[in-house]
């Protein structure tokens, strides 16, 4: 399966403080999606970063991607209690037709 | 600006009924997906359509139809629901369906569905 799977699978941390959540996948892909859930919504994207490319910001996000280790982090700085929320990432398999997601970081900022 | 929106909101089966939930864009986008979300999961693909006129089978589309009604409308049904069915159902459309990995997906607010 394309599956990624996001590590941790819960985190909490103060507010202020920054959060490091991590994806693996296990095919090829052309790009990968990180997307944020709020309780009782449904999924809002954040940001794309194509294959190759290593790193992409987007405000207070900070993206990574090594291809050679099939691996992305997503960095939040100056996290707020805002940030609350469960966050995966998705792929696409180079020549698949899905978009796959992972299982999700569930993030937990303490005001 | 609505973008996605889901009816009905939550619903209660007993096995062996029928329904149909709705889905409705107004982002003017080509593609419709419909997904569900399982605890440890994540999200599933069920059926898309790539565009108006078109319907394929995703990753989990045992016990499902999908109807794409117009551009706008995409909608889901389950001829006979079953407790395994029990989830929370996500549609969500994007603009052109070839460019799946370069463009994001937006998601309406799920229809929470408890079949008994």
């Known amino acids: 399966s394309q599956q990624g799977e996001e590590d941790p699978q819960a985190l909490s941390i103060q507010e202020g403080e920054n959060a490091t959540m991590n994806c693996s996948y296990k095919?090829?892909?052309?790009?990968l999606q990180w997307y944020r859930q709020n309780s009782g919504r449904g999924l809002v994207h954040l940001i794309l970063?194509?294959?190759?490319?290593r790193e992409k910001h987007s405000g207070r996000l900070r993206v990574t991607l090594d291809t050679s280790k099939k691996s992305s982090s997503l960095l939040i700085t100056a996290s707020r209690a805002a940030d609350t929320a469960s966050y995966f990432c998705?792929?696409?398999?180079?020549?698949?037709?899905?978009?796959?997601f992972g299982t999700g970081t569930r993030l937990t900022v303490i005001p | 600006n609505a973008g996605v929106t889901q009816t009905p909101k939550f619903q209660v089966l007993k096995t062996g009924q029928s329904m149909t939930l709705q889905c409705a864009q107004d982002m003017n986008h080509n593609s419709m997906y419909w997904y569900r979300q399982d605890p440890g999961m994540g999200l599933r693909l069920i059926y898309y359509?790539?565009?108006?006129?078109?319907?394929d089978k995703g990753e989990v589309p045992n016990g499902y139809n999908v109807s794409r009604l117009n551009k706008r409308e995409f909608s889901l049904r389950l001829e006979s629901a079953a407790p395994s069915q029990t989830s929370v159902y996500f549609c969500?459309?994007?603009?052109?369906?070839?460019?799946?990995?370069?463009?994001?997906?937006?998601f309406g607010d799920g229809t929470r569905l408890s079949i008994l």
């Open positions: 359509s790539a565009s108006e006129g078109t319907t």
């Open positions: 095919t090829s892909i052309n790009n």
């Open positions: 969500a459309s994007s603009k052109i369906y070839r460019e799946l990995s370069n463009q994001p997906q937006h």
């Open positions: 998705a792929t696409v398999a180079a020549g698949a037709n899905n978009l796959f």
């Open positions: 970063i194509r294959s190759n490319e």
